[in-house]
Nanobody, 121 residues
Framework: QVHLVESGGGSVHAGESLRLSCTAS????????LAWFRQVPGKQREGIIC??????LVNDRFKGRFTISRDHPTNAVSLQMDNLTPEDTAMYYC????????????????WGQGTQVTVSG
């Protein structure tokens, strides 16, 4: 069974930074992509950034603020979030799969439970 676990969420003030981590176990299919999404209640899940064989793909909304890195030996991926704003308040999810489009949620088969990020003004 594939298991993804996010960590690192919390409450911060606007302008501060936060680093989220995701650890994966049970992934046997290759190649696969690891990605970060976020979701607020009542809205669709939004793709942030993805790292795959070809490289890194970033949603234009987050270019320059959010970056991703992958730790191959431990199958861990991190999301560095800088200059946070209250609009970044959301549940953040790690996902794994082989999507046709890297930043669309339906293409991912495996998801973590999410980690909450709250940014106060």
């Amino acid at each position: 069974q594939v298991h993804l676990v996010e960590s690192g969420g919390g409450s911060v003030h606007a302008g501060e930074s936060l680093r989220l981590s995701c650890t994966a176990s049970g992934l046997t299919d290759e190649p696969y992509a690891l990605a970060w999404f976020r979701q607020v209640p009542g809205k669709q899940r939004e793709g942030i950034i993805c790292i795959a064989r070809v490289g890194t793909l970033v949603n234009d909304r987050f270019k320059g603020r959010f970056t991703i890195s992958r730790d191959h030996p431990t199958n861990a991926v991190s999301l560095q979030m800088d200059n946070l704003t209250p609009e970044d308040t959301a549940m953040y999810y790690c996902a794994a799969g082989n999507p046709v489009q890297a930043l669309l949620a339906p293409g991912y088969k495996h998801w973590g439970q999410g980690t909450q990020v709250t940014v106060s003004g």
